[in-house]
C-alpha cells in the first residue's frame, strides 16, 4: 500500500484511541485540503497490511481503525484487508473518509470500493468545500459531509445518519 502516514493512538479521527491511516494518493484535490501532501499517487511510502497491524498490536487500547488520506478508496483491495485483519485483532469499529459520497461509492461498478464500503460501521462523506469549513462539527472538516452508518445505509438502500452511542 502506498501510505502517508500511521497515527497511533490518535482522538480526533473518530471517538476512542484509533490507529489513523493515511492512505497516499487523492484525485478529488479539494481546495483547502488539510492534507495536500497525501495527493500525488507517487509519494508516501510502501507499507504492507501486515506492517500496519503489527503497529496496531502494540497497543492494546487501540479499539478503532479510521481509514483516511489522500482517498483510502483508490486503494479499496488493501483497505478492506486492513479492515478485515483489524477486526481480527480487536478493533470494535472502522471508520473512512472519502471524497465521494456514499451515493457514489454505492452506485460504483468497481467490485472493490463496494468490498470496502461494506467492511466500515461509519463513512464520513463528500468533498472538503472551504467555503462549508466549520471547526464547530466533530469529525469533519466542512458541513457537507456527513457521518453515515453504513450498515443502517446498506440495509435501507439510503444513507442514514450515524448516531454516537
Request: charged share 20%; aromatic share 6%; proline share 5%.
Amino acid at each position: 500500500m502506498r501510505i502517508a502516514q500511521v497515527v497511533q493512538d490518535s482522538i480526533v479521527d473518530g471517538p476512542g484511541f484509533r490507529l489513523a491511516v493515511f492512505t497516499q494518493g487523492c484525485p478529488h484535490g479539494c481546495p483547502g485540503c488539510h492534507n495536500p501532501e497525501t495527493h500525488d499517487f507517487s509519494g508516501g511510502t510502501e507499507m504492507t497490511v501486515e506492517e500496519i497491524i503489527e503497529k496496531l498490536k502494540k497497543n492494546p487500547l487501540m479499539k478503532g481503525l479510521t481509514l483516511s488520506g489522500g482517498e483510502p478508496f483508490c486503494q479499496a483491495e488493501e483497505c478492506t484487508r486492513l479492515a478485515e485483519l483489524a477486526r481480527e485483532n480487536g478493533v470494535r469499529n472502522v471508520w473512512a473518509y472519502s471524497g465521494w459520497t456514499f451515493e457514489q461509492l454505492l452506485n460504483s461498478e468497481d467490485s472493490g470500493k463496494i468490498s470496502l464500503l461494506r467492511q466500515l460501521d461509519v463513512l464520513v462523506d463528500g468533498p472538503f468545500i472551504l467555503s462549508q469549513r466549520s471547526l464547530a462539527i466533530p469529525w469533519r472538516g466542512s458541513k457537507n459531509q456527513r457521518l453515515i452508518d453504513v450498515k443502517a445505509s446498506l440495509e435501507a438502500g439510503t444513507a442514514v445518519e450515524w448516531q454516537p452511542a
